[in-house]
């Protein structure tokens, strides 16, 4: 039996109290200060809650002693920024199933901190630290210019270009009280800003921040019982490619992304001209225009000239990312549960750059470089 869109239901949704520098909470302090906020949205105590999600370091059996929750179901599963896309559809198919009733996904991450994080360099025996490390490549910043390099060759997509993503990014912060980043940026700002890794420039690239986010879903059925205003889950879809970015089908189109994408607009039953709000996880400023082609808002090398002409800037046709995104809100390494906080904010009217008439929102998220990825179709409308 599939799951019908609709049938499932967001009921809690906050970010952590603070985003930022926060040098004095651990990342499991981050979860929980998170996960107390949605339950305080949602009306809940943890005794209420039978299912946790989560990714790692922080496992589900921690964040479940640490908040006092016994659960009947548990997902830890990890594939970097967008496991929480994951955890939203595989939360929807546990109540669907029966497994639980009520689940929380959270998310804590001492990005810049580094308050019990994680490690950073790869581990020398993966196929990463084995294949990729030796040349030279120390992370991200490093590691995503190698299809991005093809993808500008193939398409003739100019520096000014690329900018424009993070001028766009920047318009949309300026109206929101918490991003990092408000102060109005020119192409020839970042431009001229300071050279990471070519092809990319500091103002391309995520921030660097500590803070974290929580979900709590159950059945539409129960959502009436809630304060909160339902977020409708319409569809879903997710898939992985490979670890290794040199190792892409094709540098200048993610397979994962042509897979989860698709998925959760079929299973949502809706068309791109439905959608009145999108969230493409921005580490980099490249990652929009891969997801406006690869989930089919335009043709192959035509983003670049999408964003130009400004129609994902406020008040165009295509509102995208507009709570800032990874370049200028928030980035704590794992953007993807912030992309669904602001696609929560954006159905229930409570952004703080809110869209006028948003009916049906999609966040798009990435994992690694362009290892996995996942989409989420939500709606205040039950079909």
């Known amino acids: 039996m599939t799951i019908k869109p609709g049938e499932i239901a967001i009921v809690g949704a906050a970010e952590t109290t603070k985003l930022g520098a926060i040098p004095d909470m651990a990342q499991i302090m981050l979860h929980a200060d998170a996960a107390l906020n949605a339950m305080a949205d949602a009306?809940?105590?943890?005794?209420?809650?039978?299912?946790?999600?989560?990714?790692?370091?922080?496992?589900?059996?921690?964040?479940?002693?640490?908040?006092?929750?016994?659960?009947?179901?548990?997902?830890?599963?990890?594939?970097?920024?967008?496991?929480?896309?994951?955890?939203?559809r595989h939360a929807a198919?546990?109540?669907?199933?029966?497994?639980?009733?009520?689940?929380?996904?959270?998310?804590?991450?001492?990005?810049?901190?580094r308050v019990n994080a994680t490690p950073r360099p790869p581990e020398p025996q993966s196929l990463n630290g084995q294949f990729e490390a030796p040349?030279?490549?120390?992370?991200?910043?490093?590691?995503?210019?190698i299809p991005v390099l093809r993808y500008m060759k193939k398409y003739g997509v100019t520096h000014e270009q690329m900018a424009m993503v993070a001028v766009v990014q920047r318009e949309w912060a300026a109206k929101n009280p918490?991003?990092?980043?408000?102060?109005?940026?020119?192409?020839?700002?970042?431009?001229?800003?300071?050279?990471?890794?070519?092809?990319?420039?500091?103002?391309q690239c995520c921030l660097v921040t500590d803070g974290g986010g929580?979900?709590?879903?159950?059945?539409?059925?129960?959502?009436?019982?809630?304060?909160t205003k339902p977020c409708y889950i319409l569809g879903s879809g997710e898939s992985v490619e490979t670890t290794m970015v040199s190792q892409m089908e094709d540098f200048t189109s993610s397979r994962a992304f042509r897979v989860a994408g698709p998925e959760a607009f079929r299973m949502a039953g809706i068309k791109h001209s439905d959608v009145d709000h999108l969230m493409i996880y921005d580490a980099f400023a490249h990652l929009p225009m891969?997801?406006?082609?690869?989930?089919?808002?335009?043709?192959?090398?035509?983003?670049?000239?999408?964003?130009?002409?400004?129609?994902?800037?406020?008040?165009a046709k295509l509102p995208l990312n507009t709570n800032?995104?990874?370049?200028?809100?928030?980035?704590?390494?794992?953007?993807?549960?912030?992309?669904?906080?602001?696609?929560?904010?954006?159905?229930?009217?409570?952004?703080?750059?809110?869209?006028?008439?948003v009916t049906i929102s999609v966040a798009h998220g990435v994992g690694g470089m362009f290892s996995a990825s996942g989409t989420v179709v939500l709606s205040n409308q039950r079909p």
């Open 43 to 88: 009306g809940l105590k943890p005794s209420d809650i039978d299912g946790v999600a989560c990714v790692g370091p922080m496992m589900p059996q921690q964040i479940a002693h640490y908040l006092g929750i016994t659960p009947r179901w548990v997902d830890g599963t990890g594939v970097g920024g967008c496991s929480f896309m994951l955890h939203v």
């Open 290 to 315: 891969y997801g406006l082609e690869d989930l089919g808002f335009v043709g192959r090398g035509e983003a670049k000239d999408f964003i130009w002409e400004g129609n994902t800037r406020p008040g």
């Open 178 to 203: 918490r991003a990092a980043f408000k102060d109005p940026i020119t192409v020839a700002d970042v431009l001229n800003s300071k050279m990471i890794a070519y092809p990319f420039r500091l103002l």
């Open 214 to 227: 929580a979900l709590i879903l159950t059945s539409s059925d129960r959502a009436k019982d809630f304060p």
């Open 135 to 145: 040349f030279g490549p120390m992370g991200p910043p490093t590691l995503f210019p």
């Open 324 to 357: 800032g995104g990874g370049l200028s809100y928030t980035h704590t390494g794992m953007y993807g549960m912030f992309a669904l906080q602001e696609s929560v904010r954006q159905v229930r009217g409570t952004a703080p750059a809110q869209v006028p008439d």
């Open 93 to 113: 198919a546990a109540i669907h199933a029966g497994y639980a009733k009520t689940i929380l996904i959270t998310h804590g991450e001492s990005g810049k901190s």
